[in-house]
């Protein structure tokens, strides 16, 4: 079993609230990317040509109380959520049309993946920390939503002519003040050309494929998150104009 102090460990994705998967929750119209994977057999598929592994790497991420209504299958380790396996991305990609796909790339894609979660929720854990004291932030779900491009990214892409993110993800964090789960919006960059459709994953495979061609395998991947609060208060304006004189202004940050 990995530890999650021992390098990136993983994505929690949850699938109609399903065990077994980490906390994103995809609306059925959408293609999900692979974040879904853990409800998905850990038996190879008919054709793989190598095998892969079945362990599942433990997040840093802490669990919301309300957020698993059971245990049965060892889905979830401690108060923290658990990311999909190698053979459950690669089964969850073949289900959901993938061809051609590489198993070698396998360990890199997961790996990559997991590491990008928890970049996200190091993002996160600052936010509460710095504007709501919140030292023990707790995930409830997220979800992805490759398709609805948030406002910011709206003015980023069509008005300051920036590349657009190729996924997005809401993530939904309890503060542990009893108030509802505030809502964190998370846009995903990259600095290759990648299928937006296919979300996160494509961006992976792409990192993969320009490693073998550089042959820069130690490189780390070309990737920008934004992570801000959704703007679902005016608390959220004020958050986010607070965060702006602490990145811009650091020395007026004991102010508060």
């Not at 399903?18 to 609306?27: F, L, Q, R, S, T």
């Not at 409800?39 to 919301?64: E, G, N, V, W, Y």
């Not at 996160?200 to 061609?213: E, F, H, N, W």
Request: proline share 7%; charged share 25%.
């Amino acid at each position: 079993m990995v530890r999650a102090d021992e390098g990136p460990t993983g994505c929690p994705v949850q699938q109609e609230k399903a065990i077994g998967e980490c906390p994103i929750k995809h609306d059925a119209a959408i293609p999900a990317s692979v974040e879904h994977a853990a409800k998905h057999a850990q038996t190879p598929h008919f054709d793989q040509k190598i095998p892969l592994s079945t362990k599942r790497a433990i997040s840093t991420i802490p669990r919301a109380a309300d957020s698993i209504e059971d245990d049965s299958n060892g889905a979830y380790q401690g108060s923290n959520w658990v990311y999909p396996s190698e053979q459950q991305f690669y089964n969850a990609m073949r289900r959901k049309g993938w061809e051609g796909v590489d198993e070698s790339t396998m360990p890199l894609v997961v790996r990559i993946h997991n590491a990008v979660n928890e970049r996200g929720w190091s993002h996160i854990r600052r936010w509460e920390k710095e504007l709501h004291d919140n030292d023990n932030p707790r995930l409830v779900r997220f979800v992805g939503r490759p398709k609805d491009m948030s406002p910011k990214a709206f003015i980023n892409t069509y008005l300051l002519w920036y590349r657009p993110p190729f996924d997005r993800h809401d993530w939904f964090v309890d503060s542990g003040d009893g108030e509802e789960a505030r809502r964190y919006v998370i846009d995903f960059y990259s600095g290759n050309d990648t299928d937006g459709e296919k979300g996160i994953v494509s961006a992976l495979l792409g990192q993969k494929r320009q490693m073998k061609t550089e042959n820069t395998s130690s490189r780390p991947p070309s990737m920008y998150l934004d992570v801000r609060p959704a703007l679902d208060s005016p608390r959220a304006f004020l958050d986010r104009f607070k965060m702006f004189l602490i990145e811009s202004l650091p020395g007026i940050h004991g102010a508060w």
